[in-house]
């Protein structure tokens, strides 16, 4: 096979690739919108079914609905998870192309390795988008429900001078502080802004470390304008060894530092109770 038509073949390859990679968000975007729209279809069935108790076949075409969307629910996770590995191939391969050298291009063994290491990076980046999105949104739900629950109180209050004849309705100015204040004991107590802030900045700094390593931006990356096929090969499979330890140092920081964060909390409360048992000790002794 000459260099021609080995370039060419090459190409043809790349454009493939680049049209199923093109094609692969709109493909997830009708499939969510179609999960969408049987979702809201499954729940106006049923609407109908509680407000005309006597059409049967709402029933069946609820039951239909519902079936239909978790079939397009497992069908919308399973291409995503293709989709997400297409791209990891992708970015690994990306890498290969900066090379001059064809042998290299297309006879690189660590291409494997590469994926590997860019999915156990694309793992840590996932679950800690996890992390920030559910700490952001108990955080934010906690602090609305204390600041809606304290500004109804005085409301509450002033109402219940009015004689409206609800019994239950005098309970209302007692129930709402009580679970304002354990709302606001929650907030305090656990650390959902802290872990939230600390997740955002280890997916910041994975994704940053990572193209750092899809690009070879920095020395310990780069290795394809090395001439030596024997030392770009070593030179490959060192980059890939300091990529893997970039990744846990970034990840065991986090983890020391919410370690940490416990034990200074622990203490706190351990100082504060033998503060409360040194104040009672000398009530006793003066009495």
Same mark, same amino acid.
């Given at each position: 096979?000459?260099?021609?038509?080995?370039?060419?073949?090459?190409?043809?390859?790349?454009?493939?690739?680049?049209?199923?990679?093109?094609?692969?968000?709109?493909?997830?975007?009708?499939?969510?919108?179609?999960?969408?729209?049987?979702?809201?279809?499954?729940?106006?069935?049923?609407?109908?079914?509680?407000?005309?108790?006597?059409? /049967?076949?709402?029933?069946?075409?609820?039951? %239909?609905?519902?079936?239909?969307? =978790?079939?397009?629910?497992?069908?919308?996770?399973?291409?995503?998870?293709?989709?997400?590995?297409?791209?990891?191939?992708?970015?690994?391969?990306?890498?290969?192309?900066?090379?001059?050298?064809?042998? =290299?291009? /297309?006879?690189?063994?660590?291409?494997? %390795?590469?994926?590997?290491?860019?999915?156990?990076?694309?793992?840590?980046?996932?679950?800690?988008?996890?992390?920030?999105?559910?700490?952001?949104?108990?955080?934010?739900?906690?602090?609305?429900?204390?600041?809606?629950?304290?500004?109804?109180?005085?409301?509450?209050?002033?109402?219940?001078?009015?004689?409206?004849? *609800?019994?239950?309705?005098?309970?209302?100015?007692?129930?709402?502080?009580?679970?304002?204040?354990?709302?606001?004991?929650?907030?305090?107590?656990?650390?959902?802004?802290?872990?939230?802030?600390?997740?955002?900045?280890?997916?910041?700094?994975?994704?940053?470390?990572? /193209?750092?390593?899809?690009?070879?931006?920095?020395?310990?990356?780069?290795?394809?304008? *090395?001439?030596? /096929?024997?030392?770009?090969?070593?030179?490959?499979?060192?980059?890939?060894?300091? =990529?893997?330890?970039?990744?846990?140092?970034?990840?065991?920081?986090?983890?020391?530092?919410?370690?940490?964060?416990?034990?200074?909390?622990?203490?706190?409360?351990?100082?504060?109770?033998?503060?409360?048992?040194?104040?009672?000790?000398?009530?006793?002794? %003066?009495?």
């Amino acid at each position: 096979m000459t260099n021609s038509e080995r370039a060419s073949l090459t190409n043809i390859s790349n454009t493939d690739r680049k049209l199923s990679f093109s094609s692969s968000p709109n493909m997830l975007s009708t499939l969510k919108i179609a999960e969408y729209l049987f979702l809201a279809a499954f729940v106006y069935a049923i609407g109908i079914t509680k407000l005309f108790p006597g059409i /049967e076949i709402a029933k069946i075409w609820a039951l %239909a609905f519902i079936s239909i969307w =978790f079939f397009l629910f497992l069908l919308n996770q399973k291409f995503l998870k293709t989709s997400n590995q297409s791209n990891l191939t992708q970015k690994a391969e990306l890498y290969n192309s900066l090379s001059a050298d064809h042998n =290299f291009l /297309e006879n690189n063994p660590l291409t494997p %390795a590469r994926e590997k290491a860019l999915q156990y990076c694309h793992e840590l980046i996932e679950d800690y988008k996890k992390v920030r999105s559910s700490s952001r949104t108990i955080y934010y739900t906690l602090q609305l429900a204390t600041v809606i629950f304290s500004g109804i109180t005085p409301i509450l209050v002033l109402v219940d001078k009015l004689d409206i004849g *609800i019994s239950w309705f005098k309970w209302l100015p007692v129930i709402f502080p009580a679970v304002a204040s354990i709302v606001a004991s929650i907030v305090t107590s656990f650390p959902f802004q802290e872990n939230s802030v600390a997740a955002n900045t280890s997916v910041e700094l994975l994704e940053a470390e990572q /193209e750092k390593f899809i690009l070879g931006v920095t020395e310990s990356y780069r290795c394809y304008d *090395i001439e030596d /096929e024997t030392q770009r090969q070593l030179k490959a499979k060192q980059a890939i060894e300091n =990529f893997i330890i970039q990744v846990n140092n970034i990840h065991l920081n986090q983890v020391q530092a919410s370690v940490q964060t416990k034990p200074s909390s622990q203490k706190t409360v351990t100082s504060t109770e033998a503060q409360s048992a040194e104040s009672n000790e000398g009530t006793v002794n %003066a009495r």
